[in-house]
């Protein structure tokens, strides 16, 4: 019995000296890009789905849809997943306990166990090459990679509802100025009217008034169901279409002149999609050298006691194989992991010529944009302010009419209306901008 013992004690041994580790396994988690560390502040925004949101900003937008993004959620689960894969590859082999017992129930002598030998052994597989190291390896960066997705689905997500609350702005800017200049348009209708009581106009001036004013109310409703489109989708991306929202808190932004080009450029390399391919072939590295390991064959140990009933003797049983490689050498995995570190390669340029075309054709789109907003602002609207003021003032003396008055402020009203709507449209391509970079574009205030 202490014989049989000591050679349980020598399994164990094999057991304790071949276990992989049995802490779990993190994975390696890539450092925030910046535009998301700007706007994350996901442990510090509550949101109550069965509250009014007085005055929504960008930042609790941002974090509520992060906060509730089902795709996020899949994507963290993923990665603990495969930090527990990583885990499990990190484990030796099992050990086996074998019993044979030979020379038993056969004829004559041998009918019973007299004559018998029984054996009882422990085997173990040994793994060669450091197939155990690298198996884990391989198995680790599967989740490195799945941090990397869930960094790109950040930036996705953040980018998307950036450009749907900006959008919503534009639309709320709108609704303010239709409202200013459908009240100061009723105010010239009433005084109208007050005139052709008094008898100094005909009242067909202020039926012609009332058609500009009707049509500044179709805009405004235009406008508000615009807005509440805008709202409804807003509220999609944050995952609480019951949620209601009063009003958005937030300014467009401007800028003086076109960042610069090639530092931006330079940046695009950093969004997290292409990123992402650093660890990509980092992995498909670590499989080749894997199936190179795997060529090598693994050697089998086996220790064990044998009772000789016949002479009642015992005597110790050693074994070790290993496969002879002459036919299956994995050569055909091997190969095959190289195929794969060439189609990521193929991959990656696919990504980053589209990445890159994305920001050429953004940055383009940005400087006409430019172009279009400084000539409304600069040119225009200072035009259309001064004819509104001529205007204004010679319809005290009598040289213009009302309705002149009311077309001119019409038009001026159009013109503000235009440069907001294009100054939001500059700032969802800042933001696209900012998506395929990752970087912020310092930008000015609206004033």
């Given at each position: 019995m202490k014989k049989i013992l000591s050679v349980i004690?020598?399994?164990?041994?094999?057991?304790?000296?071949?276990?992989?580790?049995?802490?779990?396994?993190?994975?390696?988690k890539p450092m925030l890009t910046e535009?998301?560390?700007?706007?994350?502040?996901?442990?510090k925004i509550i949101s109550d789905k069965n509250k009014a949101i007085d005055s929504l900003s960008i930042i609790d937008a941002i974090n509520i849809a992060l906060k509730n993004n089902p795709e996020l959620k899949s994507l963290k689960l993923e990665i603990s997943a495969l930090e527990y894969v990583a885990f499990q590859k990190g484990l030796m082999p099992n050990p086996e306990l074998g019993i044979d017992a030979e020379n038993i129930f056969g004829t004559n002598g041998f009918s019973n166990f007299r004559q018998s030998e029984t054996t009882v052994s422990l085997s173990q597989n040994i793994l060669l090459a450091g197939k155990l190291s690298k198996n884990k390896r391989a198995s680790l960066l599967d989740a490195d990679l799945a941090a990397w997705d869930y960094e790109a689905k950040r930036l996705e997500i953040l980018t998307e509802v950036r450009k749907v609350f900006t959008g919503a702005i534009i639309i709320q800017n709108e609704i303010t100025q239709n409202n200013e200049l459908l009240k100061i348009s009723r105010e010239f209708v009433n005084n109208l009217k007050r005139r052709v009581q008094a008898g100094k106009i005909s009242p067909a001036e202020v039926s012609r008034a009332d058609i500009i004013v009707n049509l500044i109310e179709i805009d405004l409703e235009n406008s508000k169901q615009n807005f509440t489109s805008a709202l409804n989708k807003l509220k999609s991306l944050l995952g609480e279409s019951s949620l209601t929202i009063n009003n958005l808190k937030g300014d467009l932004s401007n800028i003086s002149k076109l960042p610069n080009y090639n530092r931006l450029l330079n940046l695009v390399k950093q969004n997290p999609s292409l990123k992402r391919y650093e660890k990509e072939f980092e992995k498909q590295k670590a499989v080749i050298e894997l199936e190179e390991a795997n060529a090598i064959p693994d050697l089998t140990l086996t220790v064990g006691i044998r009772r000789l009933n016949e002479t009642k003797d015992n005597t110790f049983v050693f074994g070790a194989s290993i496969p002879l490689p002459f036919f299956n050498r994995n050569q055909g995995t091997i190969e095959e992991a190289k195929v794969r570190y060439n189609k990521k390669e193929s991959e990656y340029l696919s990504v980053s010529n589209e990445l890159y075309s994305k920001f050429n054709i953004q940055f383009n789109q940005l400087k006409s944009s430019l172009a279009v907003v400084k000539k409304l602002k600069n040119e225009s609207i200072p035009i259309a302010k001064k004819a509104f003021k001529i205007i204004k003032e010679g319809n005290s003396v009598g040289k213009f009419t009302i309705l002149d008055v009311l077309d001119?402020?019409?038009t001026l009203f159009e013109l503000q209306n235009q440069y907001l709507k294009r100054l939001g449209e500059l700032n969802i391509i800042l933001i696209k901008l900012e998506g395929l970079t990752g970087s912020e574009i310092k930008k000015e205030g609206l004033k």
């Open positions: 004690m020598l399994g164990s041994v094999l057991l304790i000296t071949g276990c992989g580790t049995t802490e779990k396994i993190v994975s390696e535009i998301i560390k700007k706007y994350n502040n996901i442990d001119i402020e019409r």
